[in-house]
């Protein structure tokens, strides 16, 4: 595959099981792109959005990060 072709998910080496977005973007691009695939389509959320900021928000945040990468690379 050259630089300049298009590429599509089947031109792809997949290692492992997923691609994730973040909620502040928009999960269409990425629903599009991979939608045919059986690639697992997670949110992995840095920024700890739906989470309580009190003193355990970090590890929560970073709990809720393991947690989605887990089920994508255990799918």
Avoid: K
């Avoid at 050259?2 to 089947?10: G, I, L």
């Avoid at 920024?47 to 947690?67: K, R, W």
Wanted: aromatic fraction near 10%; charged fraction near 15%; hydrophobic fraction near 35%.
């Amino acid at each position: 595959m050259s630089p300049s072709s298009a590429w599509t998910p089947a031109d792809v080496n997949w290692h492992r099981n997923g691609v994730f977005s973040e909620p502040q973007f928009n999960p269409q691009m990425v629903n599009n792109v991979f939608e045919d695939t059986s690639a697992y389509i997670g949110v992995i959320d840095p920024l700890g959005v739906g989470l309580t900021p009190d003193a355990d928000l970090y590890d929560a945040l970073l709990e809720q990060l393991a947690n989605e990468i887990t089920r994508c690379t255990d799918g």
